[in-house]
C-alpha cells in the first residue's frame, strides 16, 4: 500500500500533538465509547470530505496492543493533507503542485509492518523513517518497494519537467535509513503509532534537531505510544473533515449515559475479545 501526503518544509505551522497532557474529557469519552467495542465493525465512523471512508474496527485497532490497520494511515494521510491547505501560503493561492521545497510522504504496509519512505525534494535525498532498530536484509526489507517506487517518481517529474527529477534520479541519491534514538527492538505491534507520529512531526531537519516527544523503548515509551492511539483517534473522529463528526459525538455522549459498572464490563470485556473481534473482521 502506497499512501502520498505533501508536506512543505517552509512555513510549517501546525500544531504537534502534545503526548505530555491527560486526556481531555472529550478525548476520554470519544475513546470509551470507541474501544468498548460498541456497534458493528462495518459502522463507519470517518467519512472524509475527500473520500475517505473509514470502517469501526478500523479505528479499533488504535486500541493499545494492537495492530494498526493499514487503513488508519489512510484517513491519518487525508487529515494531515487537509492541515496543509489550512497553512497560509502568503499571497500565492495553495495548489496541489510539487515545489521544490516539498517532502512526500509514502507510508508503507510490508509483511504487516509500516515504516514510511521520503522523498525530500528540498535536499534532494531519500530517507526511511522505520521505528524497528532490528538490522534486516535490506534488499528484501526496503529495495524491493524502493527501486520501482522510485522509477514511478521519477518518470513522474520527468513528465512534469520538474526541477529535481535529474536530482533524483541519480544513482548517488542513496536511500538513509535514519537511526533515530526510539526505534524499538521488542515491540511488535506499535509500528503504525510510530509511523504517524513520524508523519505529523518530521520536516525534514537534522535528526538532532528532530523532536517528536519519543523517548527510547521502555515504559514511559509505551504509555506515551498509548496515549498517542487514544489521542490520534479522537483526532481523526473529531476532525472538521470527517462528515459524521456530530453522529460520533452524539454516540459517545449518550454512551455516557449508560451506567458506570455495565461501561466498566464493556471495558473488561473489550480487553478480552478486541483481539479476536478485529482478525474476524
Known amino acids: 500500500m502506497f499512501l502520498i ?4 518544509l517552509y ?12 486526556l481531555t474529557h472529550q478525548e476520554s469519552i470519544v475513546c470509551e465509547w470507541l474501544f468498548n467495542l460498541q456497534g458493528n465493525t462495518s459502522d463507519v465512523v470517518v467519512q472524509t470530505k475527500y473520500g475517505q471512508t473509514t470502517e469501526r474496527a478500523v ?13 488508519v494511515l489512510d484517513t491519518w494521510s487525508d487529515l494531515l493533507n487537509h492541515q496543509e491547505l489550512e497553512r497560509d501560503f502568503g499571497n500565492s493561492p495553495y495548489r ?6 516539498v517532502s512526500v510522504f509514502f507510508p508503507v504496509v510490508r509483511s504487516a509492518h509500516i ?6 525534494l528540498n535536499k534532494p535525498s531519500i530517507e526511511i523513517l522505520d521505528n524497528s532498530a532490528v538490522e534486516g536484509d535490506y534488499e528484501g526489507k526496503y529495495r524491493v518497494i524502493l527501486k520501482p517506487l522510485k522509477n514511478l517518481f521519477v518518470r513522474y517529474f ?11 534520479s541519480k544513482e548517488s541519491t542513496k536511500p538513509q535509513r535514519l537511526e533515530m534514538s526510539w526505534r524499538i527492538v521488542k515491540n511488535k505491534v506499535d509500528c503504525g503509532v510510530f509511523a504517524m507520529r513520524h508523519m505529523e512531526t518530521y520536516m525534514g531537519q537534522p535528526l538532532s534537531k528532530w523532536k517528536p516527544g519519543l523517548h527510547k523503548e521502555s515504559a514511559v515509551q509505551q504509555t506515551t505510544l498509548e496515549k498517542l ?7 481523526m473522529l473529531n476532525s472538521e473533515i470527517n462528515i459524521l463528526k456530530a453522529k460520533v459525538l452524539d454516540l459517545a455522549e449518550k454512551y455516557q449515559k449508560v451506567e458506570f459498572k455495565v461501561r ?3 471495558a473488561y470485556k473489550a480487553m478480552q475479545t478486541i483481539q479476536k473481534r478485529l482478525k474476524e473482521y
Open 5 to 8: 501526503q505533501i508536506q512543505s
Open 11 to 22: 512555513q510549517f505551522l501546525l500544531k504537534i500533538t502534545d503526548t505530555k497532557p491527560k
Open 59 to 71: 479505528m479499533e485497532s488504535l486500541y493499545a496492543n494492537t495492530k494498526i490497520f493499514g487503513e
Open 96 to 101: 496541489l503542485f510539487l515545489k521544490v521545497g
Open 115 to 120: 515504516f514510511v519512505i521520503i522523498f525530500n
Open 158 to 168: 520527468k513528465e512534469i519537467n520538474h526541477p529535481r527529477e535529474i536530482a533524483i
Open 229 to 235: 492511539r487514544q489521542r490520534y483517534a479522537h483526532i
Open 264 to 266: 466498566t464490563d464493556h
